[in-house]
Antibody, heavy 120, light 110 residues
Framework: QVQLQESGPGLVKPSQTLSLTCTVSGGSISSGSYYWSWIRQPAGKGLEWIGRIYTSGSTNYNPSLKSRVTISVDTSKNQFSLKLSSVTAADTAVYYC????????????WGQGTLVTVSS | EIVLTQSPGTLSLSPGERATLSCRAS???????LAWYQQKPGQAPRLLIY???SRATGIPDRFSGSGSGTDFTLTISRLEPEDFAVYYCQQYGSSPSMYTFGQGTKLEIK
C-alpha cells in the first residue's frame, strides 16, 4: 500500500521560504508511471494545485505561483520537496502531497496533509 | 486557464435519496481528464471517479460519473450516512499543463 507523508515546519515567518518534504513508502518514486504533486487548501476553502514533478525531474507549476515555487525530487530517499518563497499570510494552508498516475490525470494517493501557518 | 463551477453549493438530502452534483467547465475538457473527489472534515480528499466515468479502486458502485465537453455529473444513487461530505471536481489541461479544482459542493444531511 502506497503511503505519502508530509513533513516540515508548521510555522513560517512572512517573507521567508516555506519548505516541505513528502516521503513515499510502499512504492518507488522512480516509477515512470506517476507524477508527484503538491496541493494546498486554506482553512474552509477549496483545493489549489501548486505543481508537480516527474521522476526525470521535469516540472510543471501553477502559473499563479510559478515565480515562487520550486519542486525537486530525491530518488535515493524516495522523497520530493516543495519550496515556496516570499510567503505571506495568504500562503497559510494545509499542504498535501499526492500521487498522480500519468494515464489518469487525477490524484489517487494523498498524504494526510500538514498545516503551515505564516505568521511573525 | 479552465475554470470549473460546481452546483449547487450545498445540497441537503436524506439517506436513501439520490444525489446529483454538477460540474461545469469554462471551456471544453477532455473526458479523460475529469475527476471527482470526496473530502470529509480533517481528511485528505479521496479519489472517486477519474476519466469522467471510471470508478477508482474500492469505490462503491452507487457512485457514478458522466458527462462530456463542458458538463459533468457525479451521481450517488442511494445515499449512505458516510456519503455526507464535500465533493470536488478536478480537470487537467495541457495548455498550460495544470490541474484545477471546482469550488466544491457540500452534501449535508437534511
Amino acid at each position: 500500500q502506497v503511503q505519502l507523508q508530509e513533513s516540515g515546519p508548521g510555522l513560517v515567518k512572512p517573507s521567508q521560504t516555506l519548505s516541505l518534504t513528502c516521503t513515499v513508502s510502499g512504492g518507488s518514486i522512480s516509477s515512470g508511471s506517476y507524477y508527484w504533486s503538491w496541493i494546498r487548501q486554506p482553512a474552509g476553502k477549496g483545493l489549489e494545485w501548486i505543481g508537480r514533478i516527474y521522476t526525470s525531474g521535469s516540472t510543471n507549476y501553477n502559473p499563479s505561483l510559478k515565480s515562487r515555487v520550486t519542486i525537486s525530487v530525491d530518488t535515493s530517499k524516495n522523497q520530493f520537496s516543495l519550496k515556496l518563497s516570499s510567503v505571506t499570510a495568504a500562503d497559510t494552508a494545509v499542504y498535501y502531497c499526492a500521487r498522480g498516475p500519468v494515464a489518469a490525470a487525477a490524484f489517487d494517493y494523498w498524504g494526510q496533509g500538514t498545516l503551515v501557518t505564516v505568521s511573525s | 486557464e479552465i475554470v470549473l463551477t460546481q452546483s449547487p453549493g450545498t445540497l441537503s438530502l436524506s439517506p436513501g435519496e439520490r444525489a446529483t452534483l454538477s460540474c461545469r467547465a469554462s471551456q471544453s475538457v477532455s473526458s479523460s481528464y475529469l475527476a471527482w473527489y470526496q473530502q470529509k472534515p480533517g481528511q485528505a480528499p479521496r479519489l472517486l471517479i477519474y476519466g469522467a466515468s471510471s470508478r477508482a479502486t474500492g469505490i462503491p458502485d452507487r457512485f457514478s460519473g458522466s458527462g462530456s465537453g463542458t458538463d459533468f455529473t457525479l451521481t450517488i444513487s442511494r445515499l449512505e450516512p458516510e456519503d455526507f461530505a464535500v465533493y470536488y471536481c478536478q480537470q487537467y489541461g495541457s495548455s498550460p499543463s495544470m490541474y484545477t479544482f471546482g469550488q466544491g459542493t457540500k452534501l449535508e444531511i437534511k
